[in-house]
């Protein structure tokens, strides 16, 4: 009779002490991707952010008869290209982040190059409505980055969390898989060096 009350007693400890595992195991990985999601919606904030002022900045150059259309069009082809990416923030897969960063780095490249054209175009680059698309631009662009890092932060610790034991054992049978990272490109790290002034309209190369 003892023996069977301890038997009975020492597998419910055990349940018990696997339910607690599994339980506070579920609920941080539901916290972290939670977090995830949290920080990529900063990070959509803050793209958007600068796709309206290249909207403003493309509207702006629109009004010049004279300027060149083939960059223009580049741009624009490029945010429709960029719009279009949709990434399901639930999952966040590592494929849906390389898209979506490829897409908006096009775009970036498109802008950068409209902004060499300006160049010879002084009667745009002296208005003021255009030094402060300049301020503007490089403080998003500063946004970006910090959005961009605090993702990266919060996916690693998700990503780490999943892999460790014992959370690895049961971590894919309830939908809890690898997120995607946004990886460096040589010299994304930068802002790009849009300058407006005409004393001073090149375009340094990031370093």
């Given at each position: 009779?003892?023996?069977?009350?301890?038997?009975?007693?020492?597998?419910?400890l055990?349940?018990?002490?696997?339910?607690?595992?599994?339980?506070?195991?579920?609920?941080?990985m539901?916290?972290?991707?939670?977090?995830?999601?949290?920080?990529?919606?900063?990070v959509?904030?803050?793209?958007q952010?600068?796709?309206?002022?290249?909207?403003?900045?493309?509207?702006?150059?629109?009004?010049?008869?004279?300027f060149?259309?083939?960059?223009?069009?580049?741009?624009?082809?490029?945010?429709?290209?960029?719009?279009?990416?949709?990434?399901?923030?639930?999952?966040?897969t590592?494929?849906?982040?390389?898209?979506?960063?490829?897409?908006?780095?096009?775009?970036?490249?498109?802008?950068?190059?409209?902004?060499?054209?300006?160049?010879?175009?002084p009667?745009l680059?002296?208005?003021q409505?255009?030094?402060?698309?300049?301020t503007?631009?490089?403080g998003?662009?500063?946004?970006?980055?910090?959005?961009?890092?605090?993702?990266?932060?919060?996916?690693?610790?998700?990503?780490?969390?999943?892999?460790?034991?014992?959370?690895?054992?049961?971590?894919?049978m309830?939908?809890?898989?690898?997120?995607?990272?946004?990886?460096?490109?040589a010299?994304?790290?930068?802002?790009?060096?849009?300058?407006?002034?005409t004393?001073?309209?090149?375009?340094e190369?990031?370093?």
């Amino acid at each position: 009779m003892n023996k069977t009350i301890i038997t009975i007693a020492v597998i419910a400890l055990i349940a018990f002490l696997l339910y607690s595992t599994f339980k506070g195991a579920y609920n941080n990985m539901v916290t972290k991707g939670e977090d995830t999601q949290s920080k990529w919606s900063q990070v959509e904030s803050q793209y958007q952010r600068r796709t309206d002022l290249y909207n403003s900045v493309v509207k702006v150059i629109e009004g010049s008869a004279d300027f060149e259309r083939n960059t223009l069009v580049d741009v624009i082809q490029a945010r429709a290209n960029a719009t279009a990416v949709n990434v399901d923030a639930s999952k966040l897969t590592p494929e849906s982040i390389q898209q979506f960063q490829q897409a908006q780095d096009q775009l970036s490249s498109a802008f950068n190059k409209l902004m060499v054209v300006v160049e010879r175009y002084p009667e745009l680059q002296t208005t003021q409505q255009f030094k402060d698309f300049q301020t503007q631009i490089e403080g998003t662009e500063n946004r970006i980055n910090k959005a961009r890092d605090d993702f990266n932060l919060s996916v690693q610790d998700y990503n780490a969390y999943i892999k460790k034991f014992p959370t690895n054992l049961f971590a894919g049978m309830f939908g809890f898989t690898e997120k995607g990272y946004f990886k460096s490109n040589a010299g994304s790290e930068n802002a790009p060096d849009i300058n407006f002034n005409t004393n001073s309209s090149k375009t340094e190369p990031a370093n």
